[in-house]
């Protein structure tokens, strides 16, 4: 069972940067995808950023530039740097962990949140502009 513990949202001001701090525990397997995600009342879950166990990463459009996911496999830790923070960032945001997508052509990961079966509890984002 893997366990994902979040930490580091927060208010901040348009402009403003924060870094989420996500510590995972539990067996993470070799093709385990990690990433982040958020959700607003009302709307789907959306994959921000999700990483490869080799490294590789993808970003939604609307963060590209702006967020950076990186990890600590030593300190079993995932971040997410966000810089450039604005009023539509508003979110509760979540660690997740999934195996990677299989097609013919493949297994990779995706920002699809019906891929991840493992998640935190959530941390709150708030922007004010």
């Known amino acids: 069972e893997v366990r994902l513990v979040e930490s580091g949202g927060g208010s901040v001001q348009a402009g403003g940067s924060l870094r989420l701090t996500c510590v995972v525990s539990g067996t993470i397997y070799r093709d385990y995808c990690q990433g982040w995600f958020r959700q607003v009342p009302g709307k789907e879950r959306e994959g921000v950023a999700v990483?490869?166990?080799?490294?590789?990463?993808i970003y939604a459009d609307s963060v590209k530039g702006r967020f950076t996911l990186s990890k600590d496999n030593a300190k079993r830790t995932l971040y997410l740097q966000m810089n450039s923070l604005q009023p539509e960032d508003t979110a509760t945001y979540y660690c997740?962990?999934?195996?990677?997508?299989?097609?013919?052509?493949?297994?990779?990961?995706?920002?699809?949140?019906?891929?991840?079966?493992?998640w935190g509890q959530g941390t709150q984002v708030t922007v004010s502009s």
């Open positions: 997740a962990a999934g195996f990677r997508a299989t097609d013919p052509a493949g297994a990779y990961c995706t920002r699809q949140s019906w891929e991840y079966n493992s």
């Open positions: 990483i490869d166990s080799d490294g590789g990463t």
